[in-house]
């Protein structure tokens, strides 16, 4: 695919801009979590992993090299796994009360996917 690098990149940024806002609103804590803040520290922190893991995806998509394709696709995976485990976190219900879930709980699984396919269909041209 000739755009997928590009694609990648712009996913990649797409889902740091979704670690920032609302993943999920509590009713009994009354309070919205994003990717940097839950109640207590409960969940983590993962917005710092989607950053870091999204910038070093980011610089394979930039590297016209079999190698660095390949090093991203494994990336990618991390990132997708991630994202499947955290969206199941926050989405979770716990002692009979339900999260609302907002748009980015919904963003962050689907560009972490959007960079898993363009990993996979980003192409190198080989030198014979």
């Known amino acids: 695919m000739k755009y997928a690098s590009a694609t990648g990149i712009f996913a ?10 609302p993943w999920a609103y509590y009713p009994d804590l009354h309070q919205n979590f994003t990717g940097f803040y839950s109640e207590q520290n409960q969940y983590g922190k993962p917005g710092k992993t989607f950053i870091f893991l999204s910038v070093i995806s980011i610089f394979f998509f930039l590297i016209p090299r079999i190698w660095a394709k390949r090093a991203n696709q494994v990336v ?3 990132i997708f796994a991630y994202a499947l485990k955290s969206y199941f976190m926050y ?20 560009f972490s996917f959007i960079i898993l396919l363009s990993s996979l269909m980003s192409e ?5």
């Open 91 to 110: 989405a979770a219900c716990y002692l009979g009360i339900c999260p609302v879930i907002k748009i980015g709980l919904i963003g962050m699984p689907v």
């Open 76 to 78: 990618s995976v991390l």
């Open 12 to 21: 990649a940024l797409f889902l740091i801009f979704f670690c920032f806002l």
């Open 124 to 128: 190198t041209k080989l030198k014979t």
